[in-house]
């Protein structure tokens, strides 16, 4: 969470493909950034971690924490359009139909509470966070590629195997061919010696 539009602009840079940005809807406020596990998307968060990033959010504005009914939006970080003509901690939407939102009729001061007690404040170098993270998804990304490659050519060789093994080519050789006066003439030699 950002406490003020400088912190609100170093978060929105580094954000995470996987990070999901929470903000009171028409008021200034802290942006609030939920970071998702590897394969879970907005989707997928929870109804009460929701509730908390709302209360979070809304407990950080000055404005929306008087009112009630406020509505919070909510969106990935990806989703997130910054443009160079906008103020500081400002940003817009790239894809307006991919904000979601959630109405907080009050503060719950119990939420509210249970957060400022787990709190930790953090000073991580957020350039350097998002550089390593990148660097880690193209290992796996390159991984993954290696891996379905290496599928194909097992499926590939299966394949040609199979073709082989249904294949005439294999038993259709000269030189393994004998035809039938070369079995006759061979029988009669044996039948002949079986006699002597």
Not at 65 to 70: A, E, P
Not at 78 to 102: A, C, E, H, P, Y
Not at 146 to 174: D, G
Request: charged share 35%.
């Amino acid at each position: 969470m950002g406490k003020d539009k400088f912190e609100n602009e170093h978060l929105l840079q580094y954000g995470w493909e996987e990070d999901v940005w929470f903000h009171v809807d028409k008021h200034s406020s802290a942006h609030v950034y939920l970071r998702m596990p590897p394969g879970k998307t907005i989707e997928d968060i929870p109804p009460d971690i929701l509730e908390d990033c709302a209360q979070l959010v809304k407990y950080n504005s000055i404005e929306g924490n008087k009112l009630h009914g406020v509505v919070v939006v909510y969106t990935p970080w990806s989703n997130l359009n910054k443009t160079g003509n906008m103020d500081i901690g400002q940003v817009g939407f790239k894809d307006r139909k991919r904000v979601k939102s959630i109405t907080v009729e009050k503060r719950k001061n119990d939420i509210i509470n249970r957060l400022e007690k787990s709190k930790k404040e953090a000073f991580p170098n957020l350039a350097q966070e998002k550089e390593d993270h990148e660097r880690e998804q193209i290992l796996k990304r390159k991984q993954a590629f290696k891996e379905q490659l290496k599928a194909e050519k097992l499926q590939r060789q299966e394949q040609e195997r199979r073709k082989q093994e249904l294949s005439y080519s294999r038993i259709m050789v000269e030189d393994n061919m004998t035809s039938n006066k070369d079995l006759e003439s061979s029988n009669f030699e044996e039948y002949e010696e079986s006699f002597l």
